[in-house]
């Protein structure tokens, strides 16, 4: 391995983009691929594959047999709101792999209680999303049905290109929510990122049931990256 | 930040897993060894067949006095990479290894679990 990939790669890494090392079996070539490079022919095609499905494995292709070795971060959901949705949500996710979470500054929400084993955070997004920026490979559900709260992380999930933004509330709700969007300088563009009314219309009803939704809609929205918004690069 | 009693932050964030583990990590530690001016191999799983202990892309990586981190199987075949990564670091040329119980003949090192699996193993640099 080429010092200057196995450098690049783990910079890469530990900055949570996604990398696919790609080496040569036959002369033992490598090189790092990100995320939105253009690579041609059936290589490229194979290499969109792997940061899609984070799936490593041989490929032939050019009549030459490569290895891509696809380095994905560990996708995650920030939910904003300590609520009963959050509750059902934390579990569900985590079991199905997106490690959550919790933002809340309201301490009866936020409290250890009523959510064990989740990283909880009884603050101001503001503040938690300083020292933990949002990326490309998080996903956020904002859930409290108040703007003081909820605003701030909508806006800091688009500019930071997170793969999935939901927010919950009707239509009407949105409506007011798109116009206090539009004020603090998000473009229509990223407004039309933002899931709303939030989750897969599967007809959910309580608590758990919006989290189903909820969950089901991340799993979609990390699994067809690439394939809905091209060019959205993290 | 609110945790579990008894909880450390550090396991919290192991938990949750979305941050590297550096001290375990297995190229993290290569670029240290690296660093250190140390002759390193990377072996990495590249094939698959049947129950694997490991996944494709999982690294053993291995310094030229045979320290190693990491894994490519349950433990079954690390001693076998890591002899052959010492001749790699040696030689510069890199191998492709095949490990399995239909192999027998090639290697005296089998997975008791039936899988096979082939470890690419290549000098650093």
């Known amino acids: 391995m080429d010092p200057y990939a196995l450098k690049t790669l783990n910079a890469e890494r530990r900055a949570r983009r996604a990398a696919i090392l790609v080496t040569d079996l036959g002369d033992g070539r490598d090189r ?48 904003i709101g300590a609520v009963h949705i959050s509750q059902a949500l934390a579990p569900m996710a985590k079991i199905a792999g997106y490690p959550v979470e919790i933002v809340d500054p309201r301490t009866a929400f936020a409290t250890p209680d009523r959510f064990p084993d989740v990283a909880l955070h009884a603050e101001w997004p503001q503040d938690v999303l300083s020292r933990q920026p949002l990326d490309g490979y998080t996903a956020l559900a904002a859930v409290t049905h108040d703007p003081k709260i909820d605003d701030f992380a909508l806006k800091a999930a688009l500019d930071a290109n997170c793969f999935y933004v939901g927010a919950l509330g009707s239509r009407k709700t949105h409506a007011k929510r798109v116009e206090r969007l539009l004020a603090l300088g ?7 990122r933002i899931h709303a009314p939030i989750g897969l219309d ?3 009803s309580s608590p758990a049931e919006i989290a189903v939704a909820i969950l089901a809609q991340t799993i979609h929205a990390f699994r067809s990256r690439g394939l809905e918004a091209k060019g959205a690069v993290a | 930040m609110f945790l579990r009693e008894k909880q450390t932050l550090r396991e919290a964030i192991m938990e949750n897993s979305i941050y590297l583990d550096e001290a375990r990590d297995p190229l993290i530690i290569a670029e240290g060894w690296m660093k250190d001016g140390k002759d390193v191999a990377i072996a990495t799983v590249v094939e698959t067949w049947g129950s694997a202990p490991r996944p494709v892309g999982s690294h053993l990586v291995i310094d030229a006095d045979g320290n190693f981190h990491g894994s490519v199987s349950g433990g079954c075949v690390e001693g076998a990479v890591v002899t052959e990564a010492i001749d790699v670091i040696g030689s510069g040329k890199a191998r492709m290894l095949e490990f ?25 640099g």
């Open chain 2, 100 to 124: 399995g119980v239909a192999d027998e003949t090639a290697w005296q090192v089998g997975l008791s679990c039936g899988g096979r699996i082939k470890v690419y193993v290549e000098r650093l």
């Open chain 1, 32 to 79: 790092i691929v990100r995320e939105g490079d253009q690579v041609a022919g059936d290589l490229g095609a194979a290499i969109a594959r792997a940061f899609r499905t984070g799936n490593s494995g041989p490929v032939e292709a050019e009549g030459r047999t490569f290895f891509l070795n696809a380095h994905l971060p560990q996708p995650r959901l920030v939910v």
């Open chain 1, 202 to 204: 599967i007809g959910a």
């Open chain 1, 186 to 192: 998000a473009t229509a563009d990223q407004i039309a």
